[in-house]
C-alpha cells in the first residue's frame, strides 16, 4: 500500500495538468492462492465482477480523489497494457507516452513523477512564449 501512498502524493501534485485514473485488475496474491504475507487486505480469487468491483472499492479508499476502474474478468486492460501485476503508464491523446516496467519490481513512481515534472516545464515554457507581430 506505500506504493498507493506515493501515487496518490503524485495525483495530488499534477491534478492540475494530469488526470489519473487506477485500472483494478485481477488480484495478484489472492487469500486463497499465492497470498502475500505483508497483504494489507484478505481478498479472494474473483470468481465473478461483483467480486471484482467489491475488491476494488478498498483500492478506492487507498487512492481517493482518482477513479477507479475495474477490468473485466477476462483480463483485456491487463492483457493489452502488460500491467501484472501493477504499472504505470501515461497517455496523451490517445497514445502511451511513458510506459513503466512491470511491478513490483519495474514500478518507479520517481520516473512517473520527473515525467510529469518535465511535462509541466514544457507546459510553463510554450505559455511563458510572446510572439511578436
Not at 494489507?40 to 480469487?45: A, E, K, N, S, T
Not at 497514445?95 to 515534472?117: H, S
Request: proline fraction near 5%; include cysteine.
Amino acid at each position: 500500500m506505500a506504493r498507493l501512498k506515493a501515487f496518490q502524493g503524485v495525483v495530488q501534485q499534477n491534478v492540475d495538468i494530469a488526470d489519473s485514473v487506477v485500472v483494478y485488475i485481477e488480484e495478484a496474491h489472492p487469500s486463497d492462492g499465492w497470498m502475500s504475507t505483508d497483504a494489507p487486505y484478505q481478498i479472494p480469487r474473483h470468481r465473478c465482477l461483483e467480486d471484482r468491483l467489491n475488491a476494488a472499492q478498498l483500492m478506492h479508499l487507498e487512492v481517493p480523489g482518482c477513479p477507479v476502474v475495474v477490468d473485466s474478468m477476462e483480463n483485456s486492460s491487463n492483457a493489452a497494457y502488460g500491467a501484472y501485476f501493477d504499472r504505470l503508464y501515461i497517455l496523451q491523446e490517445g497514445k502511451i507516452v511513458y510506459q513503466g516496467g512491470r511491478g513490483p519490481e519495474g514500478y518507479r513512481i520517481t520516473e512517473l513523477r520527473d515525467w510529469l515534472d518535465q511535462y509541466r516545464d514544457r507546459l510553463e515554457k510554450s505559455s511563458n512564449l510572446v510572439i511578436s507581430v
